[in-house]
Structures are given as C-alpha cells and as structure tokens.
C-alpha cells in the first residue's frame, strides 16, 4: 500500500521507479524505467485497502486501458 506520506519506492519489481505520476482511488503511478525493453513505462501501483470489489474493479480498468492504442 502507497499512502501519500510513503517514500517513493526506488524499485518494484524490475522497474526502477523514476518519479510519480499521479494519484487516484485505485492507486498511485510511476513513470518507470523497463531495463528489459529498455525503455519508460507507466506502472500503476494498486493500494490494497481490504475492499473486496478491488480485484475486479482494477482487472476491469486494466482491461479498459489494454484497449488503447
């Protein structure tokens, strides 16, 4: 979970954290770096609050921004 007071993480996964981008109810985003595809990415970092809607809720807006092109 990312609180607004939380330090920006250096890096989660394999993507090293450059800076945030923004902050929304489902979680925050980072502008990343993918050493793999060597190149920036947006990595949305989801807050894990306990809801039980949760899942479906971000599975869904997921699939919603895997249709823009």
């Known amino acids: 979970m990312v609180a607004e ?3 920006i993480p250096e890096q989660f996964g394999r993507y ?7 902050r929304g109810g489902m979680g925050t985003v980072y502008l990343a ?6 190149r920036e990415v947006a990595l949305k970092v989801p807050r894990l609050d306990g809801d039980p ?3 479906e809720r971000f599975l869904r807006e997921a699939r919603a921004a895997a249709t823009i092109r």
């Open 16 to 22: 090293r954290i450059l800076r945030p981008l923004g």
């Open 5 to 7: 007071s939380d330090p």
């Open 33 to 38: 770096h993918d050493p793999q595809l060597e």
């Open 53 to 55: 809607d949760f899942r």
